[in-house]
């Protein structure tokens, strides 16, 4: 049996997880996709990468599919033979649910605008030294979670901790509990954003989940409120978040998903149309939330398991959907 580790993240997952696999399985590794070629294609039986696409070579004995990120979006189902469960992969709970919890206090202390006046011009001002205005805190803050999956949970139970009430929206039925007080219906969603200081974006990326947050729903959140985005940028309307960032309808953003991507041609791409680098209430991230050394791990470790339950035949963890 043949695996084939497509792709840059693939080939360090397969470097990272060889020790685990089974000895019998043959692994080719391709960091470059554009360096595949029919024959390794066409003798494939698990593909592990985050990317296929209908310009790659066929291969029509593939019968396992295992992403190595949770995202699935970018593998053309269609161009995979029928009936090949799709799997993917998580580990990143923790990390993400870490940085959500320190991009709010980061905004909530100024620690940002703070730390850089200090250390540039000494600056005493926000000090009681000189009887500044005092920053704010996170404890008793409203925090609004759109997504109450495995991220949607772990950001929960930590923001509870931290003294903040905790809402949630959801596409499914979920219980409150675990540091949630109430979970609204995703289409109530409307509801439950003027309750909230933050709105952490945490869901899943779907038809309807596309553009969520678009012009009309970015006037219902506080003008203070702080809207952070771990999910997708889709999710949220590019113009209009720009806009309403732009000329204060809401307060402030953190974003570590964008609409733009780097390629072959740009490497350094901007991650959107517009200068949100240019917008001081912006926190900007290159989608890095969850790209800690305990993640990829954890990922690695989960990964290798469900080839070897494959290889062996026994029940898959993970399964997404099937083309």
Same mark, same amino acid.
């Given at each position: 049996?043949?695996?084939?580790?497509?792709?840059?993240?693939?080939?360090?997952?397969?470097?990272?997880?060889?020790?685990?696999?089974?000895?019998?399985?043959?692994?080719?590794?391709?960091?470059?996709?554009?360096?595949?070629?029919?024959?390794?294609?066409?003798?494939?039986?698990?593909?592990?990468?985050?990317?296929?696409?209908?310009?790659?070579?066929?291969?029509?004995?593939?019968?396992?599919?295992?992403?190595?990120?949770?995202?699935?979006?970018?593998?053309?189902?269609?161009?995979?033979?029928?009936?090949?469960?799709?799997?993917?992969?998580?580990?990143?709970?923790?990390?993400?649910?870490?940085?959500?919890?320190?991009?709010?206090?980061?905004?909530?202390?100024?620690?940002?605008?703070?730390?850089?006046?200090?250390?540039?011009?000494?600056?005493?001002?926000?000090?009681?030294?000189?009887?500044?205005?005092?920053?704010?805190?996170?404890?008793?803050?409203?925090?609004?979670?759109?997504?109450?999956?495995?991220?949607?949970?772990?950001?929960?139970?930590?923001?509870?901790?931290?003294?903040?009430?905790?809402?949630?929206?959801?596409?499914?039925?979920?219980? =409150?509990?675990?540091? !949630?007080?109430?979970? &609204? %219906?995703?289409? #109530?969603?409307? *509801?439950?954003? @003027?309750?909230?200081?933050?709105?952490?974006?945490?869901?899943?990326?779907?038809?309807?989940?596309?553009?969520?947050?678009?012009?009309?729903?970015?006037?219902?959140?506080?003008?203070?409120?702080?809207?952070?985005?771990?999910?997708?940028?889709?999710?949220?309307?590019?113009?209009?978040?720009?806009?309403?960032?732009?000329?204060?309808?809401?307060?402030? =953003?953190?974003?570590? !998903?964008?609409?733009? &991507? %780097?390629?072959? #041609?740009?490497? *350094?791409?901007? @991650?959107?149309?517009?200068?949100?680098?240019?917008?001081?209430?912006?926190?900007?991230?290159?989608?890095?939330?969850?790209?800690?050394?305990?993640?990829?791990?954890?990922?690695?470790?989960?990964?290798?398991?469900?080839?070897?339950?494959?290889?062996?035949?026994?029940?898959?963890?993970?399964?997404?959907?099937?083309?």
């Amino acid at each position: 049996m043949k695996a084939l580790f497509l792709g840059n993240v693939a080939a360090d997952t397969a470097n990272g997880i060889r020790a685990e696999l089974i000895p019998e399985l043959q692994v080719d590794i391709i960091a470059d996709p554009k360096e595949l070629s029919p024959e390794i294609a066409a003798a494939t039986d698990i593909l592990v990468t985050n990317i296929w696409r209908a310009d790659y070579p066929p291969a029509p004995r593939v019968r396992l599919v295992q992403s190595v990120a949770t995202g699935i979006e970018w593998i053309e189902q269609a161009t995979l033979p029928r009936g090949v469960p799709i799997c993917n992969a998580y580990g990143h709970e923790t990390a993400i649910a870490e940085y959500v919890l320190m991009v709010m206090l980061v905004w909530s202390h100024r620690f940002r605008e703070i730390e850089s006046d200090f250390r540039l011009h000494s600056s005493w001002r926000p000090s009681w030294v000189h009887s500044g205005a005092p920053h704010g805190e996170i404890r008793g803050n409203t925090l609004g979670i759109i997504g109450l999956g495995r991220v949607g949970q772990e950001v929960a139970r930590r923001a509870a901790v931290f003294g903040c009430r905790v809402l949630a929206a959801n596409r499914s039925p979920r219980a =409150a509990g675990d540091g !949630v007080e109430r979970v &609204y %219906p995703l289409d #109530a969603l409307d *509801e439950m954003l @003027p309750l909230c200081d933050t709105v952490a974006i945490c869901t899943a990326f779907g038809p309807e989940t596309e553009r969520l947050i678009d012009a009309r729903r970015l006037t219902l959140i506080k003008p203070s409120a702080l809207l952070v985005n771990i999910a997708r940028g889709a999710i949220i309307d590019e113009d209009a978040l720009y806009a309403a960032l732009r000329d204060g309808t809401i307060g402030g =953003a953190a974003i570590d !998903v964008w609409w733009q &991507y %780097p390629n072959a #041609a740009e490497p *350094e791409r901007r @991650p959107s149309r517009h200068p949100f680098h240019e917008l001081p209430n912006v926190i900007m991230t290159p989608h890095c939330s969850g790209w800690t050394a305990g993640m990829v791990r954890r990922r690695w470790d989960e990964v290798a398991d469900n080839i070897n339950r494959f290889v062996r035949g026994d029940p898959l963890i993970n399964i997404v959907t099937t083309t």
